[in-house]
């Protein structure tokens, strides 16, 4: 059978399952490039404030974004736990501890790598990472004064049982704050280019697919959560975005010049990648977003 775009299109639209193993590969190989996305460690896009980032230092707008989700989650002065849920290497973690002294925080990956490398750099914090899936954590019902979620969700198609686990183990009054990229409108009723870009983004990026931003926002609202805010942040985040044309060839061309092998992860790290510069340009399709709601 001869087989057209359109078709291998319209066959891969249906949703993508990412396993908990594919995920845990992913990140135990390809964690290691991120050092050169960002030397904090942040594994998301950034923040662009006029004025407080530079376009070109990237690491100011990764650290921006930390610093616009912490101001979103209102802590206290008082002593206070927090949850990070899907932590990558620690690198939020660390940048609120170093700016709450009073914080404790517990950070939750499936990736052994990060467990063992994020928590030695969490080594002089109350802080610590462990193995457990975000939607059903030991972390116990009412006791976390905030919970984040940043480009974690999106693993577990920003689902139900996600953002459930992040209300159970909230406080009452305590905010859940999350930012990813969204789609806007159902995954069927995306136009060629985005349907082709979406799939093979949640393909490389072990992804199980984005939520849809409208049925994010009433499921958060369903689960019993209050003051839902969405904020679309896309024109912000594209500042970062844009530096992935350059950073990630960068570094494998680095690799490749000291001869060096490039393991499977960090070529599907690579492709994903530019799925998300497409993804991004189609500015219709799909968003980047900061959502903060209250228990
Ligand atoms: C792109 S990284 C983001 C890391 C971190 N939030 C940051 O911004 O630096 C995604 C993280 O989600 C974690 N993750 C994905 N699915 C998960 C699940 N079901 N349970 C726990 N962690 C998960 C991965 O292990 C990885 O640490």
Excluded at 58 to 78: C, F, G, H, I, P
């Amino acid at each position: 059978m001869r087989t057209t775009l359109q078709h291998t299109i319209s066959t891969n639209s249906k949703r993508v399952t990412a396993t908990q193993n594919e995920i845990k590969a992913f990140y135990d190989e390809a964690t290691e490039d991120y050092s050169f996305w960002s030397h904090d460690l942040n594994m998301h896009f950034g923040y662009f404030s006029l004025g407080k980032t530079n376009p070109l230092r990237r690491d100011t707008m990764l650290n921006e974004m930390n610093a616009q989700v912490l101001k979103r989650l209102q802590l206290t002065s008082l002593k206070q736990m927090v949850a990070d849920l899907g932590c990558g290497m620690g690198g939020t973690m660390r940048y609120f501890l170093n700016r709450h002294s009073s914080l404790s925080m517990i950070g939750v990956t499936l990736s052994d790598f990060q467990i063992v490398e994020g928590n030695k750099l969490l080594k002089k914090y109350p802080a610590v990472i462990i193995k457990e899936d975000f939607r059903n954590t030991s972390i116990q019902s009412n006791s976390v004064c905030g919970a984040i979620a940043m480009e974690s969700f999106c693993h577990a198609g920003h689902s139900y049982s996600s953002l459930k686990e992040a209300y159970r183990i909230l406080q009452p009054g305590k905010r859940f704050v999350m930012a990813d990229a969204f789609l806007k409108k159902n995954p069927d009723q995306l136009c060629l280019g985005s349907r082709y870009s979406y799939r093979n983004l949640c393909k490389k990026w072990s992804l199980e697919g984005l939520g849809t931003i409208s049925e994010v926002e009433k499921n958060l609202k369903q689960i019993g959560f209050s003051k839902v805010i969405i904020e679309d942040i896309s024109l912000r985040a594209a500042p970062s975005v844009l530096h992935v044309p350059f950073a990630i060839p960068l570094f494998l061309i680095k690799k490749i010049l000291k001869g060096e092998s490039i393991k499977t992860q960090s070529w599907n790290n690579l492709k994903a990648s530019f799925y998300a510069l497409i993804s991004g340009l189609h500015l219709r399709s799909f968003g980047y977003y900061i959502i903060t709601a209250e228990k």
